[in-house]
């Protein structure tokens, strides 16, 4: 047997958006941390949280902060990797996505893990 067709077809498999097998989450979704969501014509992949500074619910702050998350974004026969900051729109590919929302809230007396972080997009064409 040759391996060919074996190497052909991982090869395939890698340019996948997602794990083989993993579901992608319908529009609207909140997902967490590397969970697939359709976002229009896209799908959007959360893949870390760069930087959340954002004022905790229960403190007084001088500045607002800001939520960075690093994002894979896949379209049609492409895709690329960028930091999303959330509410600022991000125009690619004739498509305009943001990072809508990041939750929880942060607060003062603990530390958000990454498992417990679950963000939504939308797009505007």
């Known amino acids: 047997m040759k391996p060919y067709p074996i190497l052909f077809a991982v090869g395939l498999l890698g340019g996948c958006a997602t794990p083989l097998g993993a579901a992608i989450a319908p529009e609207g979704n909140k997902v967490p941390l590397n969970q697939a969501v359709h976002v229009g014509a896209l799908v959007a992949t959360p893949r870390a949280v760069?930087?959340?500074s954002r004022c905790p619910?229960?403190?007084r702050?001088?500045?607002?902060?800001?939520?960075v998350v690093s994002t894979r974004i896949?379209?049609?026969g492409w895709h690329e990797a960028v930091p999303l900051t959330l509410g600022a729109p991000y125009a690619t590919h004739g498509t305009t996505i943001a990072l809508v929302s990041g939750t929880p809230a942060k607060r003062t007396e603990r530390t958000t893990a990454p498992a417990d972080y679950?963000?939504?997009f939308e797009a505007e064409r």
């Open 61 to 67: 702050c001088v500045w607002a902060g800001r939520l």
């Open 50 to 52: 760069v930087e959340d």
């Open 74 to 76: 896949d379209g049609p």
């Open 118 to 120: 679950r963000f939504s």
């Open 57 to 59: 619910i229960n403190a």
